[in-house]
């Protein structure tokens, strides 16, 4: 995992850093979820600038993008920073690919701004808006690995609750990097997860559209999904068995083969 290398830039008038995997092919960008910066994604990045150009954002308040009390670190303020990064990097429409509160994200910039991408894959997206069940993840455990890193006591705290332990090196490094994320902007996340309807902006999305969920963690449900297909009769869907939420990092191998055949499906 060499960890792409990491560029700043101006867009959206704040500072957003980003890792980029150099790659011939489609380019790809990854908006990742509400406590990971892009350095978790590395691996990804890795694998993905086998076949693709890769950029891997730091969501505002989160890695090396700018954070702090003056920031609005709500969804329509994130998905502005979408549009302005791909604007100001992308000489073409990429594919997007959004995980849990990036999926929330990638989902209001395309659905708000045609022809901003390619086609979207969304890696399971919270499902929670008002009126629905809440986001299984409680709030106070995001919050308690938060202020872990935080003291420095991310490793142990992380280890302690993981029902589904990451490799030792990306627990690290996730123990490493977590105390970058701003605790503000988490809960403005929880905030926009039970507050902002997620199928209206799936609704209003115009260019192809999949949809990648894990077996386990309960973020997506068959009747969201089947939800999601009734909204969007072309939507492909992947269920990965064995994994949960961050089935990016808890088996890399299941998560990379179904990617992989879904990223052939958006080629262009």
């Not at 990638?106 to 069940?133: F, I």
């Not at 209206?200 to 990648?212: E, G, T």
């Amino acid at each position: 995992m060499n960890g792409g290398t990491g560029f700043h830039v101006r867009a959206n008038g704040i500072r957003q850093h980003y890792l980029h995997f150099p790659g011939k092919g489609q380019p790809v960008v990854i908006v990742p979820g509400i406590v990971s910066p892009a350095i978790l994604w590395s691996h990804v990045g890795d694998w993905l600038a086998n076949s693709h150009g890769c950029f891997v954002l730091d969501v505002r308040g989160r890695g090396l993008s700018e954070a702090g009390p003056h920031l609005d670190y709500g969804l329509d303020a994130c998905a502005a920073d979408l549009k302005a990064f791909l604007d100001t990097m992308c000489n073409s429409a990429p594919l997007v690919i959004g995980h849990s509160m990036g999926a929330r994200i990638a989902a209001r910039a395309v659905a708000r701004n045609p022809g901003l991408a390619h086609s979207l894959v969304l890696l399971d997206p919270p499902t929670s808006a008002p009126g629905r069940r809440p986001y299984p993840v409680p709030l106070a455990r995001t919050l308690g690995l938060l202020r872990a890193a935080q003291r420095g006591e991310g490793l142990e705290a992380i280890r302690q609750s993981s029902a589904r332990p990451w490799p030792e090196p990306l627990q690290r490094l996730r123990a490493e990097w977590l105390a970058s994320c701003d605790e503000r902007a988490v809960y403005a996340a929880y905030d926009d997860f039970h507050g902002q309807d997620f199928f209206a902006d799936l609704a209003a999305i115009q260019v192809p559209v999949s949809l990648v969920c894990a077996e386990e963690g309960g973020v997506v449900s068959e009747a969201d999904a089947q939800e999601m297909r009734g909204l969007r009769p072309g939507l492909h869907l992947a269920r990965i068995e064995g994994v949960g939420h961050q089935m990016q990092a808890e088996d890399f191998a299941r998560f990379s083969a179904v990617l992989g055949d879904v990223l052939r499906r958006h080629q262009y």
